[in-house]
């Protein structure tokens, strides 16, 4: 049986889908429904419970798990309730890690590149606790997950006990099918797809750097099947532990991103770039690129999907169609 927190949400329905494909029916999910249509992710899976957060340590009493994936979190980057944040996101990991540990379960968890914050420190996913030290998250989700990776990162230095098979996962900027409930956190394509398709400008940020054309504004984009490919890879691959990078390594810009778009409708870009608000602008990240290369070194041979080809599959399988959702 597998536990996947958060699996109501985006990557984690992806993950719940992927589970129920490869024939396993076993799979209980902890997450909060609310009222936005987040079942919608769920309406074409197969569960064997489903159970709120605030339930789950009761729940795991005298429970025996194949893994648990833990994905569930509050990952809005403009979130303010600092007590909300670390309570679910940095505590409840915790209790899990402990929960793990005590009961020889391998655990798979997310962490970020928000723990990156600007990016001056680079984006190696060191996993010390010397180098997580010197990063400095920009936003209360950034820093509620750096926390964790501290947490684990000071266990493993110490050589105390940890669940068999241990593994933060920092999620770059990842697109895909089952985001739609997450409103101004959805990707910049989800949110504008309509514009695109209805022949309305999509609105992009101008520069405010020298040197950096408008649109250019640089991410390191990442479809959400290959997020998931990792996540089962490492599920059929108990053996690896550790922290790593989950991106494609290659930072794309937001005029690619959605161009590309245009193109898998056969539409001539409309593309308007509109000032970037002042309240941003000191803050704003122009760059970020994954390093991937511990994972490969641990044996991941997967791949990555080209830009161009990701946004294809989106557009034309999931977002211009009726039923946008896997």
């Given amino acids: 049986m597998f536990l996947v927190t958060g699996g109501a949400g985006f990557i984690g329905s992806n993950v719940v889908a992927a589970l129920n494909e490869a024939g396993r029916s076993d799979v209980v999910v ?125 266990r493993t230095a110490k050589g105390e006990r940890l669940p068999p098979q241990c593994t933060g996962l920092k999620f770059f900027n990842v697109f895909g099918p089952n985001e739609y409930h997450k409103g101004t956190m959805m990707s910049v394509l989800a949110r504008r797809f309509d514009d695109i398709r209805n022949g309305r400008a999509v609105q992009l940020f101008k520069s405010h750097r020298d040197g950096i054309a408008d649109g ?29 990078n989950v991106g494609t390594g290659k930072a794309r810009s937001f005029k690619d991103l959605i161009v590309s778009a245009y193109g898998a409708l ?27 290369d511990r994972l490969r070194r641990a044996g991941y041979n997967g791949g990555f999907t080209p830009l161009e080809q990701a946004v294809d599959a989106y557009v034309t399988g999931f977002l211009d169609r009726a039923d946008r959702y896997r």
């Fill in 266 to 292: 056969g539409l001539a870009p409309n593309i308007q770039y509109v000032d970037m608000p002042e309240q941003i602008r000191g803050s704003y990240q122009y760059f970020t690129q994954s390093e991937v």
């Fill in 30 to 154: 902890s997450d909060i429904l609310g009222h936005d249509g987040k079942w919608r992710n769920l309406a074409k899976r197969q569960l064997a419970d489903f159970v709120p957060p605030a339930a789950l340590l009761d729940w795991l009493r005298g429970r025996h798990l194949d893994a648990v994936v833990h994905l569930g979190a509050i990952s809005e980057t403009t979130a303010t309730d600092g007590d909300l944040v670390i309570e679910t996101n940095f505590r409840l990991s915790l209790r899990l890690l402990d929960w793990c540990t005590a009961n020889t379960t391998p655990f798979i968890y997310a962490s970020s590149a928000a723990t990156y914050g600007d990016g001056e420190q680079g984006f190696a996913d060191d996993p010390s606790v010397a180098a997580l030290k010197r990063l400095r998250p920009m936003n209360l989700y950034g820093w509620s997950k750096q926390l964790f990776d501290l947490a684990v990162a000071e």
């Fill in 216 to 244: 250019d504004q640089r991410r390191d984009f990442i479809y959400v099947d290959d997020v998931v490919r990792v996540v089962m890879w490492l599920l059929a691959t108990p053996k690896v532990s550790g922290l790593f």
